[in-house]
T-cell receptor, first 115, second 114 residues
């Protein structure tokens, strides 16, 4: 068990460019979450997958954002036409799909800076 | 939706003292309350959690208490050490249709001075 892995750790891009982040959850976890965290704030929920199905999306997830989990394992989060307001830490988390087991484990995040 | 308030925003203590961080939540349907520790450049790490059918839970130097009536819960750290210095987040979740999403507080920066 190597924990939740995210790549890249840091990404600097120019406004208007597209970026894609990858998340590899803990292997036996079928539930995967994306959160966004800005400086001085707690993580904010973006979207949630159960296996390959995207079951919930926050209103924070504008149409420039898209997330996939094609085979129910790793997930990608893409941001198109990035804006300076997209600068944040993007966190991936996973947990087992077992009733009464709510423990959510986070990766180290991808820090995005939009210039 | 759920709203979680956390205070204080910063807390400075001397090594060996106790630290208490408090949170309130708005939705009485919330039934799971985890606490996370986040060190610089890292993701949040789960340190302790409590469900709504329990009033208190302890794990070595840390403990969490829950008052469902008042809708608040607290993190207690005893015998603080410099390595406890970090940002701590409380969170609450509502179980719905077999899944749940966490709503976080804004965090408390704890500084433990030697």
């Amino acid at each position: 068990d190597t924990g939740v892995s995210q790549d890249p750790r840091h990404k600097i891009t120019k406004r208007g460019q597209n970026v894609t982040f990858r998340c590899d959850p803990i292997s036996e976890h079928n539930r995967l979450y994306w959160y966004r965290q800005t400086l001085g704030q707690g993580p904010e929920f973006l979207t949630y997958f159960q296996n390959e199905a995207q079951l919930e999306k926050s209103r924070l997830l504008s149409d420039r954002f898209s997330a996939e989990r094609p085979k129910g394992s790793f997930s990608t989060l893409e941001i198109q036409r990035t804006e300076q307001g997209d600068s944040a830490m993007y966190l991936c988390a996973s947990r087992q799909g077992v009733i009464n087991n709510e423990k959510l484990f986070f990766g180290s995040g991808t820090q995005l800076s939009v210039l | 939706g759920e709203n979680v308030e956390q205070h204080p925003s910063t807390l400075s203590v001397q090594e060996g003292d106790s630290a208490v961080i408090k949170c309130t939540y708005s939705d009485s349907a919330s039934n799971y309350f985890p606490w996370y520790k986040q060190e610089l450049g890292k993701g949040p790490q789960l340190i302790i959690d409590i469900r709504s059918n329990v009033g208190e839970k302890k794990d070595q130097r840390i403990a969490v208490t829950l008052n469902k009536t008042a809708k608040h819960f607290s993190l207690h750290i005893t015998e603080t050490q410099p390595e406890d210095s970090a940002v701590y987040f409380c969170a609450a979740s509502i179980r719905n249709s077999g899944y749940s999403t966490l709503t976080f507080g804004k965090g408390t920066m704890l500084l433990v001075s030697p």
